[in-house]
Antibody, heavy 115, light 111 residues
Framework: EVQLQQSGAELGKPGTSVKLSCKVS????????MHWVNQRPGKGLEWIGR????????IYAEKFKSKATLTADTSSNTAYMQLSQLKSDDTAIYFC????????WGQGTLVTVSS | DVVLTQTPPTLSATIGQSVSISCRSS???????????LNWLLQRPGQPPQLLIY???RLESGVPNRFSGSGSGTDFTLKISGVEAEDLGVYYC????????FGSGTKLEIK
């Protein structure tokens, strides 16, 4: 069974950074792209970017190019997303997802930005 | 960016009713490799999204066959033939022919 286990909720102050993790079991992340998606409160889904864990290549949506940094550790089958210079409108649930579709999703990590 | 326009934004259906959701793209989603990377997701309340349909019309494993997808180029449709109570939630189309983008969502309510 494929499972994506995301790290716990984060509370960050404006101007700081947070780093989220997504540990995959049942699927070798070398064989797929890892996507990150956000969902602001009461809003729809928004694609942030994706990483190819096999070689570290990344593609970002234009609006997230200076906000998100995606990395992956194939030895632990885990992907990471760092969000920098946090602002109040970064408050959202952040999902990781893999596989064609994507077919497999993590449960989401709530990031709350507040002073 | 490719813009996906979903209609209607909300849908109210009775159990057993058949409904359709439209997803129109601002650009053709036909990839140079011949595939069309248009998928449908369902997000139930408080849950992560779930893949229903991929490559326009292919049913994801474990998804009931009352769900079906069709379309080509820029116009796509998700049909639910006989809505059940568990189908409530928000439906999204998503394309990955170009840099991925999601539709704005269609909320299905059960009367």
């Amino acid at each position: 069974e494929v499972q994506l286990q995301q790290s716990g909720a984060e509370l960050g102050k404006p101007g700081t950074s947070v780093k989220l993790s997504c540990k995959v079991s049942g699927y070798n992340i070398r064989n797929t792209y890892m996507h990150w998606v956000n969902q602001r409160p009461g809003k729809g889904l928004e694609w942030i970017g994706r990483i190819d864990p096999a070689n570290g290549n990344t593609i970002y949506a234009e609006k997230f190019k200076s906000k998100a940094t995606l990395t992956a550790d194939t030895s632990s089958n885990t992907a990471y997303m760092q969000l920098s210079q946090l602002k109040s409108d970064d408050t959202a649930i952040y999902f990781c997802a893999i596989g064609p579709g994507p077919a497999y999703w993590g449960q989401g990590t709530l990031v709350t930005v507040s002073s | 960016d490719v813009v996906l326009t979903q209609t209607p934004p909300t849908l109210s259906a009775t159990i057993g009713q058949s409904v359709s959701i439209s997803c129109r793209s601002s650009q053709s989603l036909l990839h140079s490799n011949g595939n069309t990377y248009l998928n449908w997701l369902l997000q139930r309340p408080g849950q992560p999204p779930q893949l229903l349909i991929y490559l326009v019309s292919r049913l994801e494993s474990g998804v009931p066959n009352r769900f079906s997808g069709s379309g080509s180029g820029t116009d796509f449709t998700l049909k639910i033939s006989g809505v059940e109570a568990e189908d409530l939630g928000v439906y999204y189309c998503v394309q990955s022919t170009h840099a991925p983008t999601f539709g704005s969502g269609t909320k299905l309510e059960i009367k």
